[in-house]
């Protein structure tokens, strides 16, 4: 999922972006902030914010974050401009601090909720929406337990070996 110049027009005011994104006091069109590697900056980073915490918990991974429905996609656009909207006031330093912390705040929030599984994005394709928002269960063969350089593993002769304290487990 990329995103766009055109996702933050659409979702916040042109004039106030290109004020945000261009350094000179020249006047800059709408159409320039395409262009614009601070506004591109600003929403790489949203991006890869949104990214790590939806795979953080492992809730979903980029096969199911390409495979999301059109709501859930403005939703991931709106979280991501308002994280890049956030970055871009800080960068004015004491500019409308306020309005930067409320956008930082709310989208903050909503990550924090996906990060917890309280809420999930909808999927479209049915091979990949079975697996979404389900944590992948893992135990370790008895290969891995037995490489492990722990305690036990150092004292073998008081603990024994791990496939005696593995109660007859299948590697």
């Known amino acids: 999922m ?6 933050m ?7 106030m972006l290109t004020r945000l ?3 000179d006091d020249q006047a800059h069109h709408a159409s320039e902030l395409a262009n614009s590697s601070i506004l591109r900056a600003a929403l790489d980073d949203a991006s890869g914010e949104l990214k790590a915490a939806l795979t953080v918990a492992g809730m979903y991974d980029e096969k199911q ?5 059109a709501e859930s996609q ?3 656009k709106r979280i991501v401009c308002e994280l890049a909207a956030a970055f871009l006031y800080s960068r004015r330093g004491g500019e409308a ?4 912390e409320q956008l930082r705040t709310g989208a903050e929030t909503y990550l924090d909720r996906l990060r917890k599984g309280e809420r999930l994005f909808s999927i479209v394709n049915s091979d990949v929406k079975e697996e979404a928002g389900r944590p992948e269960l893992l135990e370790p063969t008895r290969v891995e337990l037995e490489n ?6 150092r004292a073998r002769t008081y ?3 791990v496939g005696d304290r593995l109660h007859k487990r299948n590697s």
């Open 2 to 7: 990329t995103f766009t110049a055109d996702d």
């Open 9 to 15: 027009i659409a979702r916040f005011d042109a004039r």
């Open 21 to 23: 994104c261009f350094d």
């Open 65 to 69: 974050l390409n495979s999301l429905t």
């Open 74 to 76: 403005a939703l991931a």
């Open 97 to 100: 601090r306020e309005t930067v």
């Open 148 to 153: 492990l350089n722990g305690i036990t593993h």
């Open 159 to 161: 603990f024994g070996g």
